[in-house]
């Protein structure tokens, strides 16, 4: 019996000396690994899907194309038809609309239009471009007046020529 509170004491006196629980301690974290058997299944999955689902692109063949009839670079060239150009003047009462070329002078944003619509139909292409050309003393909603007259005239390339300092 003796023998056996002496056990007990001295078991007693190891808890006392023992180091303070701590959070965590037990395995290692670093020893810890995920379980790779779930993971490859979802990969050979996903690779299975892709390998299924997915088109491949056809072997690419030649493209047709027709050769020119002669040599030379003057086939690509087209004829360019010269840019109409407004330019736009500040008179006493409003704004001037002068036609590049024509010396025509306009002073309503209706009659723009129909000289635009003339003009137009003279060259036979809605292709031309149109450069409206401000003054600097050119209020901007007059600018902007002459820009969609000449879109409402159905001309396709329509832009503001920048003013020079």
């Known amino acids: 019996m ?12 190891r808890s006392l000396t023992r180091r303070p629980f701590r959070v965590g301690r037990g395995r ?16 050979f999955q996903l690779l299975l899907f892709l ?22 670079i003057a086939l690509a060239q087209r004829d360019v038809a010269k840019p ?20 025509r002078r306009w002073t309503s944003p209706q009659e723009l239009y129909t000289g635009l619509i003339a ?17 600097q003393d050119v209020p901007w909603n007059n600018v902007v007046e002459a820009v969609n007259q000449a879109i409402r005239a159905k001309f396709r390339n ?7 300092p």
């Open 119 to 135: 003009c137009r139909e003279s060259l036979g292409s809605d292709q031309v471009a149109v450069v409206v050309r401000p003054g």
């Open 158 to 164: 329509v832009g503001i020529h920048p003013l020079s």
């Open 28 to 43: 290692d974290r670093s020893k810890i690994q995920p379980l790779l058997t779930p993971m490859i299944d979802v990969t």
């Open 51 to 72: 390998l299924l689902v997915g088109t491949f692109r056809p072997p690419e063949g030649q493209i047709p194309a027709v050769s020119p009839q002669r040599a030379g």
């Open 84 to 103: 109409i150009v407004l330019t736009l003047r500040r008179t006493g009462d409003g704004v001037a609309y002068e036609m590049s070329g024509l010396g």
């Open 2 to 13: 003796e023998a056996m509170r002496e056990r007990i004491q001295l078991a007693s006196d």
